[in-house]
């Protein structure tokens, strides 16, 4: 079956602009959380989203905003970009925590 | 808060060599682990996981026990190939934090041959 399914892989965006990433969980999977890679901080976890609603949120400025749909994908949205926002973004998708969560490929942003 | 803390590398060995790679955490409750891995350039893997004490969790020589008493998941392989060469994290996810994972900071894995 699908894996999870990112897009774009590769982002150039410049400081102020802003940027919206997309998930496409496992198909069944109706949860999706989001986490940010980067070489200082390691893993942090932004937020998760569960049928629409956001269930858990991780301790990120406003500037990061997602949503899911009602077909279970999911955007990210950073608004007015730094150029500590340069990641790698991870979205994941599970049936639930016990079982695991299958992570997509990542989109690498990089902000100039 | 809840925490994983994980051994620094970069661990260097050599094929076929017995793999270990500690893991301790912090957390109320009785979180569930995991260990992931990550190829260069690519996401996570899900490598194995266990939900509660005493638990196993195993794949592709891989294996982890859960230590409640010591609040440890060790990763061991008894033989590892150039192609294992990685960065490993270990994860939980607490009882109380929904869904979330908190990770470990990754311990990067050199296999020569």
């Known amino acids: 079956k699908a894996g999870v399914t990112q897009t774009p892989r590769y982002l150039i965006k410049t400081r102020g602009q802003q940027v919206t990433l997309s998930c496409s969980p496992i198909?069944?999977?109706?949860?999706v959380s989001w986490y940010q890679q980067t070489p200082g901080q390691g893993l942090q976890f932004l937020f998760e989203?569960?049928?629409?609603?956001?269930?858990n949120k991780g301790n990120f400025p406003g500037r990061f905003s997602g949503r899911q749909f009602s077909n279970s994908r999911s955007e990210m949205n950073v608004s007015t970009l730094e150029l500590g926002d340069s990641a790698l973004y991870l979205c994941?998708?599970?049936?639930?925590?016990?079982?695991?969560?299958?992570f997509g490929s990542g989109t690498r942003l990089t902000v100039v | 808060g809840d925490s994983v803390t994980q051994m620094e590398g970069p661990v260097t060995l050599s094929e076929e060599a017995f793999l270990t790679i500690n893991c301790t955490y912090t957390?109320?409750?009785?979180?569930?682990l995991f260990w992931y891995v990550q190829y260069p350039g690519e996401g996570l893997q899900l490598l194995l996981k266990?939900?509660?004490?005493?638990d196993k969790g195993s794949n592709k020589g891989f294996e982890a026990t859960y230590r409640k008493e010591t609040t440890s998941f060790h990763l061991e392989k008894g033989s590892v190939q150039v192609s294992d060469s990685a960065v490993y994290f270990c994860?939980?996810?607490?009882?109380?934090?929904?869904?979330?994972?908190?990770f470990g900071g990754g311990t990067r894995l050199m296999v020569k041959p």
């Open positions: 994941a998708s599970s049936l639930s925590v016990n079982y695991g969560y299958t």
């Open positions: 198909s069944g999977h109706r949860s």
């Open positions: 989203y569960f049928s629409e609603t956001q269930r």
């Open positions: 957390a109320t409750g009785y979180p569930s």
């Open positions: 266990a939900t509660k004490a005493d």
């Open positions: 994860a939980l996810s607490a009882v109380n934090a929904g869904n979330m994972l908190t």
